[in-house]
Nanobody
Framework: QVQLVESGGGLVQAGGSLRLSCAASGRTFSSYAMGWFRQAPGKEREWVST????????YYTDSVKGRFTISRDNAKNTVSLQMNNLKPEDTAVYYC????????????????WGQGTQVTVSS
């Protein structure tokens, strides 16, 4: 069992930055690939980014490439998402997730979810 707790969301102006963090419980953190998903109002939840178990490989959805950076610290059981040059369309609830597998495109297949943190980008 893995419990995930996100933090770092908030309100920011377009062009600004936020850093989301996710703290994981349990001793098996490094055995999971980690990722971030988001869900905007009235839309389905979508995958944003994945980081491999070791942290050496990362994947991003096209809309955030070059703006978002995912990273993990296996010693601290944390995963982060640095979000730069934020746009109003990035407004959503962001969810941290842990999973044992990914698709061939790197999309995480989650087993565990956090409770989510709100990110709001004003224009």
């Amino acid at each position: 069992q893995v419990q995930l707790v996100e933090s770092g969301g908030g309100l920011v102006q377009a062009g600004g930055s936020l850093r989301l963090s996710c703290a994981a419980s349990g001793r098996t953190f490094s055995s999971y690939a980690m990722g971030w998903f988001r869900q905007a109002p009235g839309k389905e939840r979508e995958w944003v980014s994945t980081v491999s178990r070791s942290g050496s490989t990362t994947y991003y959805t096209d809309s955030v490439k070059g703006r978002f950076t995912i990273s993990r610290d296996n010693a601290k059981n944390t995963v982060s998402l640095q979000m730069n040059n934020l746009k109003p369309e990035d407004t959503a609830v962001y969810y941290c997730a842990a999973g044992g597998a990914t698709t061939t495109r790197g999309v995480l297949l989650p087993t565990y979810w956090g409770q989510g943190t709100q990110v709001t980008v004003s224009s």
